[in-house]
T-cell receptor, first 116, second 116 residues
Framework: DGGITQSPKYLFRKEGQNVTLSCEQN?????MYWYRQDPGQGLRLIYY???????QKGDIAEGYSVSREKKESFPLTVTSAQKNPTAFYLC???????????????FGSGTRLTVV | AQKVTQAQTEISVVEKEDVTLDCVYE???????LFWYKQPPSGELVFLIR??????QNEISGRYSWNFQKSTSSFNFTITASQVVDSAVYFC?????????????FGRGTSLIVHP
């Protein structure tokens, strides 16, 4: 079955450490996205990519970095520069362009990151 | 700029009650799409409905119904005869056609708790 796999489901990080969240999709989607979810804050866009080797900042990119070396993979690194990294992180994918609105976005089941 | 407001942070009902989740949006675009997603405790977002700005017909799908009113910039979601399985966080989202990215902006979500 096609879908998005995020791993790990739970992640603990010490302050000052970088950590990478994995997102893999087998839907043959060109576009991939990372959202951050905080209680009462909804989903906020961190980064997105519409093609391999290219990505754009979203609304809250500071303290995060991404790469898109393969179509099916879009890892997110939470760096030590991110002041408040404890949150729930969701990855999504879609076909690229306006057709994404019609065909929809597929979301992973998320990674909960806690800084200890 | 676009903005989605879900003023209800949390709603608690008893099973079989009807419940309405409010969504108010702001956009300068004449062509846009509105969405509702459900986020069960497992974390992934589940697509419920999409509506474009030119289609103001209300829609009913089983116990779910949606009321889209451009005059008040609202896209409200009603669950009739609620069930415990409806307990989740519900997100309203907006995609604008201008700008080329089409990426949805989400509201802060409404947590619905249905008690047996």
């Amino acid at each position: 079955d096609g879908g998005i796999t995020q791993s790990p489901k739970y992640l603990f990080r010490k302050e000052g450490q970088n950590v990478t969240l994995s997102c893999e999709q087998n839907l043959n989607h060109d576009a991939m996205y990372w959202y951050r979810q905080d209680p009462g804050q909804g989903l906020r866009l961190i980064y997105y990519s519409q093609i391999v080797n290219d990505f754009q900042k979203g609304d809250i990119a500071e303290g995060y970095s991404v790469s898109r070396e393969k179509k099916e993979s879009f890892p997110l690194t939470v760096t030590s520069a991110q002041k408040n990294p404890t949150a729930f992180y969701l990855c999504a994918s879609s076909i690229v362009g306006a057709r994404a609105i019609i065909y929809g976005y597929t979301f992973g089941s998320g990674t909960r990151l806690t800084v200890v | 700029a676009q903005k989605v407001t879900q003023a209800q942070t949390e709603i608690s009902v008893v099973e079989k009650e009807d419940v309405t989740l409010d969504c108010v949006y702001e956009t300068r675009d004449t062509t846009y799409y509105l969405f509702w997603y459900k986020q069960p405790p497992s974390g992934e977002l589940v697509f419920l409905i999409r509506r474009n700005s030119f289609d103001e017909q209300n829609e009913i799908s089983g116990r779910y119904s949606w009321n889209f009113q451009k005059s008040t910039s609202s896209f409200n979601f009603t669950i009739t005869a609620s069930q415990v399985v409806d307990s989740a966080v519900y997100f309203c989202a907006l995609s604008e056609i201008s700008g080329g990215s089409y990426i949805p902006t989400f509201g802060r979500g409404t947590s619905l708790i249905v008690h047996p």
